[in-house]
């Protein structure tokens, strides 16, 4: 059970960090520019909230904040680099 906790904590984290990036302007997953929702960071926000109250209830408060906050900083880090990389290859193919 504490497996499948771990990885909806993780998952749902990461979809958060993923749901932040293509709510920003400059995202550059999708060809068509961020979300053309009003209020397209909401769905982020949900899950970010899923995943700490997830992280909660494996580790103690003070350790769920902090494995919380570094897998949303690392999931942010990342996404930008993987925009790029997509942008980059679609526009050599």
């Known amino acids: 059970m504490t497996a499948w906790l771990s990885l909806l904590a993780m998952l749902s984290g990461t979809g958060a960090a993923a749901l932040f990036y293509l709510a920003s302007p400059q995202q550059q997953w999708r060809a068509a520019?961020?979300?053309p929702a009003r209020q397209r960071w909401w769905p982020g926000c949900l899950c970010a909230l899923l995943s700490l109250?997830?992280?909660?209830?494996l580790l103690a408060p003070?350790?769920?904040a902090f494995a919380w906050c570094?897998?949303?900083m690392f999931g942010g880090s990342v996404a930008p680099f993987l925009g790029a990389w997509?942008?980059?290859a679609g526009k050599s193919g």
């Open 62 to 64: 003070k350790e769920a």
């Open 33 to 35: 520019g961020p979300w």
């Open 70 to 72: 570094v897998l949303l």
């Open 53 to 57: 109250i997830v992280m909660t209830r």
């Open 86 to 88: 997509r942008a980059r």
